[in-house]
């Protein structure tokens, strides 16, 4: 339970859930900006870096009450965790942001079907086929290919960040789970940063605006979403956030000026149709 202040946050649970969306892809966005000065590494250390140092405070984790098994379970799923958010950002540097999530969103949807047996989940796969199909650069269709192909990859690492987290949440608390998989995941990209030179050209607003992205993209969406599952259930939560590509796609057209074509809508459309329909009919209620 995170608590900043030990007040209750007040918000309804639907208004955080979009609060929390507009968060991270606001956040996104302002790290973009960043992506000429500092780089994907540089940007991606920033943020990383503040995010853990925000957790382990709000946590208040003893790390030397950490036992072995819980240390190697959080190595493994912090490493996944800086990876994804390092191959994500090199992916966005090259392709619009509304693009990089629905590609990558991909990864956990193909996660959630996995198994299944039901007839009716052919059409989410399928939905989810064509709007792949429709970004892909069959033609000079302005999407860069190692930018597309970046973010399905940063994909395949959400879904093992979900599966290393489901494990690792059996383990140990969530709070103290998610802080020292930060540590872990600041230990794999900042090195990455500060070797690239990526950070050499670092100064206090820089410093100031990276505090920003990591408040926005982790702690302030982290706090929405806690508050927000405590009041829906589990497949309403998952069903608004199958929302994050349109909301990504809106924070790349309004901050950065990155306008999409109707293929591109279409094809968002359809990875957020097939993330709607796998957790609507799921079967876990």
Not at 3 to 29: D, E, H, R
Not at 157 to 163: N, P
Not at 195 to 224: C, K, Q, R, W
Request: aromatic share 10%; proline share 4%.
């Amino acid at each position: 339970m995170i608590n900043l202040s030990n007040k209750k946050i007040l918000i309804p649970a639907i208004p955080a859930v979009l609060l929390a969306m507009i968060s991270v892809q606001g956040g996104a966005s302002i790290a973009k900006h960043l992506f000429p000065v500092l780089g994907a590494s540089g940007t991606a250390s920033l943020r990383i870096g503040f995010a853990t140092l925000i957790l382990l405070a709000v946590f208040r984790t003893n790390l030397f009450k950490v036992t072995r098994q819980q240390w190697l379970y959080c190595l493994a799923y912090g490493t996944c965790l800086g990876a994804m958010n390092l191959v994500f950002y090199f992916a966005i540097k090259r392709i619009p942001l509304g693009l990089g999530v629905t590609l990558e969103f991909t990864g956990p949807l193909v996660l959630a079907l996995l198994g299944s047996r039901k007839l009716l989940d052919l059409l989410w796969v399928l939905l989810a086929g064509i709007g792949i199909a429709l970004i892909a650069p069959w033609q000079n269709n302005n999407v860069d290919l190692i930018g597309a192909l970046l973010a399905i990859g940063a994909g395949a690492l959400w879904a093992g960040y979900i599966v290393l987290g489901g494990k690792v949440s059996k383990v140990m608390e969530g709070g103290d789970a998610v802080g020292i998989g930060m540590l872990f995941a600041t230990i794999f990209v900042l090195p990455i940063g500060i070797f690239s030179g990526d950070l050499a050209a670092l100064n206090g607003e820089l410093l100031l605006i990276g505090l920003a992205v990591a408040l926005l993209t982790s702690a302030i969406p982290y706090t929405l979403e806690i508050s927000a599952l405590r009041q829906l259930p589990p497949k309403t939560f998952g069903i608004l956030m199958s929302l994050h590509p349109a909301f990504a796609a809106l924070s790349g057209l309004l901050f950065l000026e990155e306008y999409l074509s109707l293929t591109q809508w279409a094809s968002i459309s359809c990875v957020i149709a097939a993330s709607v329909g796998a957790t609507y009919f799921s079967r876990k209620a």
